[in-house]
């Protein structure tokens, strides 16, 4: 990898071999890590950025819950504002009861009925489940993000604000939010289960191979 260095002045090189391109930059200027087992839980066809930059911040050990904040001095309450139980990652996602209840809602929308777990577990189960670009793992992976964020997003609603939604208006925001994306997706395979799952959501007949 070139070191860069502030005290050299910028040069002007011309490449003839017709195959410069800024990718290629890049490529020569980062470091390469391996791939994590979750990264196409984050980045996939049909991910909402918004939302996956949260999913990638939680699964890169990033967001800043209130344990930690607590440890740095920064707040002197570690308490979860749902629960009132101590806010780590493994508790928020998803044994809160808050975010566990959201959890087994939507996952009867997704047919995939499993009892909540706490993060760690939540995540492998994902990476296990939602891999391949089917249309049941692709949906479950778009619930999964949304679920993420907006569990995020209330509990900085309810430090920040003093104010949250019930669990039932945040089902419902997700499924209509979940409905105008899936809208947009085509040439799904008509198979039983995923007719199942349209039904449930209530997706149009446009989605299906014809």
């Known amino acids: ?49 918004m939302y996956s930059f949260i999913v990638w911040m939680l699964c890169r050990g990033r967001l800043q819950t209130k344990d930690r904040l607590s440890k740095w001095n920064i707040i002197s309450d570690s308490k979860c504002v749902f629960c009132d139980a101590c806010e780590t990652v493994e508790h928020l996602f998803f044994l809160c009861p808050f975010s566990a209840t959201m959890s087994r809602k939507l996952s009867s929308f997704c047919k995939d009925f499993h009892e909540p777990r706490g993060w760690s577990n939540e995540l492998q189960r994902m990476v296990n489940h939602g891999h391949g670009n089917y249309f049941s793992s692709k949906l479950m992976k778009v619930v999964f993000g949304c679920a993420i964020y907006l569990i995020w997003r209330e509990s900085n609603d309810w430090i920040f604000n003093n104010k949250t939604k019930k669990v039932d208006s945040l089902i419902l925001y997700i499924v209509n939010l979940v409905k105008s994306r899936v809208c947009r997706w085509r040439r799904i395979p008509k198979s039983k289960g995923n007719w199942l799952i349209s039904v449930e959501w209530g997706f149009p007949r446009c989605i299906f191979d014809r």
């Open 1 to 49: 990898m070139p070191v860069l260095s502030p005290n050299s002045a910028d040069v002007l090189l011309w490449d003839s071999s017709h195959n410069f391109g800024s990718s290629r930059v890049w490529h020569s200027l980062r470091v390469r890590q391996a791939k994590v087992d979750w990264y196409k839980l984050v980045w996939f066809n049909g991910h909402i950025p």
